[in-house]
């Protein structure tokens, strides 16, 4: 129920689909954000993309690059143990988290992320699949994906952000449910870059593919672009660690299926 004011501002309850954001949020802010940011000539990729029937998002493909180039990087598969005495822990599996513009039964708009578990050993086909499964799916079907999340948006604020913390305490929980390293995009929009708050090592922002100007061979050439942002946590990795893994993403993308 909502309130009206003398002024005609009204009051409500906080929306019940973003209480999912706002634990996230909440654990966010305990880190130390920096960004980089690169641009990717996705010429290769839409090509892949042509041959395979264009069934696979750029997403997908980002996700598959990053994973590679994580996957054999200890520093970036690092999570923070919190505690008296500060602890970092290394997993090994490569779990990626993707973030999903969702619409409720009500019309709420939310934010909601899904997990590619395993991402470094999946095929980009694959990957395509477990992220259309969650696009596809329905926020409210108590059997579907998203049916932990509908149990939290039933939980008052406090009590969900104790659930929070406690589901994610373990290392291992932790990267399950919010990945390795994330990947939002906004390249649906006009828009030509992101940059993602994140609650563990790594997360990649993906900006819309606009034809832009390019230098190849000396000359002028027009050429897909999109903008690659990277956040990473300065508690775990320094930015020249952070560069490095941008540009080998960047490189993996770049050089689709010349190996």
Request: aromatic share 6%; proline share 4%.
């Given at each position: 129920m ?11 309850a906080?929306p ?7 634990t996230?949020?909440k654990?966010?802010?305990?880190t130390?954000h920096v960004y ?14 042509k041959?395979?029937?264009?069934k696979?998002?750029f997403?997908?493909y980002?996700v ?5 180039v ?11 143990r919190?505690?008296l005495r500060?602890k970092?822990?290394?997993v090994g599996d ?7 513009d969702k619409?409720?039964?009500d019309?709420?708009?939310c934010?909601?992320?899904g997990?590619?578990?395993?991402a470094?050993q999946a095929?980009?086909e ?18 579907g ?9 039933r939980?008052?604020?406090?009590v969900?952000r104790?659930?929070y ?11 399950a ?6 990947v ?12 993602p ?8 922002g993906?900006?819309?593919i606009?034809?832009?100007p390019?230098v190849?061979g ?7 672009l999109?903008?690659?942002?990277l ?7 320094d ?19 010349s190996?």
């Open positions: 909502s309130a009206a004011a003398a002024n005609g501002t009204t009051v409500a906080f019940a689909a973003r209480k999912g954001t706002y996230f949020l654990d966010a802010r305990g130390a980089l940011m690169t641009d990717v000539d996705a010429t290769r990729i839409k090509q892949a993309r041959d395979a029937g264009s696979i998002s997403v997908s980002v598959k690059a990053a994973a590679q994580i996957a054999s990087s200890p520093e970036a598969r690092a999570v923070l919190p505690g500060l970092v822990a290394t490569v779990h990626a988290k993707v973030l999903f619409r409720t039964a019309g709420q708009r934010v909601v992320s997990t590619v578990f395993r470094e095929e980009v694959e990957i395509q699949q477990i992220i259309d499964t969650y696009k596809n799916a329905d926020l409210e079907d108590p059997s994906p998203w049916a932990q999340l509908a149990k939290v948006q939980l008052p604020l406090p969900a104790l659930a913390r406690a589901v994610t305490r373990k290392p291992e929980r932790r990267t449910l919010q990945g390795v390293f994330s939002t995009s906004v390249g649906q929009e006009p828009v030509r870059a992101i940059f708050m994140i609650n563990g090592a790594l997360g990649f993906v900006g819309r606009v034809d832009s390019v190849r000396g000359e002028i050439a027009i050429a897909p999109f903008t690659l942002s956040a990473f946590d300065h508690r775990l990795l930015g020249a660690q952070a560069a490095e893994l941008l540009a080998a993403t960047k490189n993996v993308l770049e050089n689709w299926g190996e």
